[in-house]
């Protein structure tokens, strides 16, 4: 009977992978239905490969392990390769899952949206199709903050329970994520946000290619202005969020600056109150309007703010807020700066007011063509929400402009074939390499 009961143990771990197998194999195969989504899925078949390959890892060595067990011992060998399967299965459907609300009714337009803004803001950043590191993968969550995880970062979702494989498992994948509050699905202009966290991405790419992190950037920066050395760490610790504003300037002018002031705004105190990581609210939009005011834009804060800014604690910092926009313009990343990438800035501006017209004009708009076309029609949205906080009809109107950009930033894009970006096959191979090794490792 014990033999039995080893034999039927040994079938339920291989039952299990199997299991495994087949819903990897079936997994792949919906997301390949996806449709106009299709520059995730090279990563993603790639991360169908390494599960994949895992999985068969794992079914050897216990088969293999499992010849030269009896009684205890087999039991041991197949709780051994339990856990690595819920492994696999944890990592493979935290990247899948994400992937997969595009299935969802309730996330389908809304996140349609969301592709064509980061693919168009993505493209601005990294013009260049051979060298453009793979598009970040937007996803709804049950957060009230937009939240980026970059390529080499441990998921917060994979750090509990603590399996340190997994993170080192993650921090190889050629993989990166946004996460967007559910409340995007109801007001799809808050999609202007995803050109902040795309900086929060650049930043990472930065860093990982060795171009350097902007901490120590607007550090000097601020050394060269004047600022003391308690200032100079200011800068220092706020010089990634600072980053990212600049880089949703750069790329949809004005809009992002305004609807950061929206999810800032509270009492003097508030405003005038730094955070981890961030300046206080009124000085960083200072900062931005001094990004947009360096592109040739027209700067958005009001006065009110700036008086109440040049009256605190805090007006010699914001007395180097040109010293910090020109210098957050000049960091280099992917062979280009914002700066460079800023030079159309003018005209961007003009079409994102020409899409607020069209969002809110009597007449359908019509998607756009042009590479730019998604994040300048949500930068328009944006503003077009501004404008219906002001009028007698605003329930209407804002329902209206939900409508209009759900149907139009799906199909706002350039009509030729989308290709994937370049297969990152280097990191892929080493990605590969460390999860079969640690696999058939028992010393973690």
Same mark, same amino acid.
């Not at 990212?244 to 109150?273: F, H, I, N, Q």
């Given at each position: ?51 994949? =390959?895992?999985?068969?890892?794992? +079914? %050897? $060595?216990?088969?293999? @392990?499992?010849? /030269? *067990? !009896?009684?205890? #011992? ?21 990247? =899948?899952?994400?992937?997969?609300? +595009? %299935? $969802?009714?309730?996330? @389908?337009?809304? /996140? *349609? !949206?969301?592709? #064509? ?33 970059? @390529? ?293």
């Amino acid at each position: 009977m014990q033999e039995a009961a080893t034999r039927f143990r040994l079938e339920e771990s291989i039952s299990d992978l199997d299991q495994l197998r087949d819903d990897l194999a079936d997994w792949t195969v919906s997301a390949r239905r996806l449709g106009p989504q299709g520059q995730y899925l090279d990563q993603l078949s790639l991360l169908a490969e390494i599960a994949g =390959a895992g999985i068969e890892q794992v +079914r %050897h $060595d216990l088969l293999a @392990r499992a010849a /030269l *067990a !009896a009684g205890g #011992e087999l039991y041991e060998e197949c709780r051994r390769a339990d856990h690595r399967t819920a492994l696999l299965r944890r990592f493979w459907r935290w990247y =899948a899952d994400r992937l997969d609300q +595009r %299935h $969802d009714d309730g996330y @389908r337009p809304t /996140l *349609a !949206a969301a592709d #064509e803004i980061v693919r168009s803001t993505w493209q601005a950043l990294f013009p260049d199709d051979e060298t453009r590191p793979p598009t970040p993968l937007p996803h709804v969550a049950p957060i009230d903050m937009a939240v980026s995880t970059a @390529r080499d970062e441990v998921p917060r979702d994979l750090r509990a329970p603590s399996e340190p494989v997994l993170a080192k498992w993650t921090e190889l994948m050629p993989l990166s994520t946004i996460a967007l509050p559910s409340t995007v699905t109801r007001r799809p202009w808050w999609l202007v946000v995803i050109a902040h966290e795309c900086g929060h991405q650049v930043a990472a790419e930065a860093v990982d290619d060795g171009d350097g992190s902007p901490s120590p950037v607007l550090e000097s920066a601020a050394a060269r202005a004047g600022a003391g050395d308690d200032e100079q760490q200011d800068w220092r610790n706020w010089a990634i969020e600072l980053f990212a504003d600049a880089t949703a300037a750069v790329t949809k002018g004005t809009a992002p600056t305004w609807s950061v002031m929206e999810l800032e705004r509270g009492t003097p105190g508030t405003l005038l109150r730094p955070d981890v990581g961030y300046p206080p609210p009124v000085l960083r939009w200072c900062v931005a309007d001094a990004v947009v005011a360096r592109i040739g834009l027209t700067g958005v804060v009001p006065d009110a703010d700036r008086e109440l800014l040049a009256e605190s604690p805090f007006a010699g910092h914001a007395a180097r807020a040109e010293a910090i926009a020109a210098a957050l313009l000049d960091i280099r990343f992917g062979g280009t700066t914002l700066r460079e990438i800023g030079v159309r800035s003018r005209d961007w501006e003009r079409t994102a007011c020409r899409w607020r017209d069209a969002l809110l004009g009597v007449t359908e708009p019509a998607a756009g063509t042009a590479p730019e076309s998604a994040r300048l029609c949500v930068a328009g949205g944006t503003m077009a929400w501004r404008r219906t906080t002001a009028g007698t009809s605003g329930t209407s109107d804002r329902e209206r402009l939900r409508r209009r950009l759900l149907q139009v930033l799906p199909q706002s894009r350039p009509k030729s074939v989308r290709h994937a970006a370049p297969r990152p096959v280097g990191r892929a191979a080493a990605a590969t390499r460390q999860v079969l090794d640690d696999l058939r490792s028992d010393t973690w």
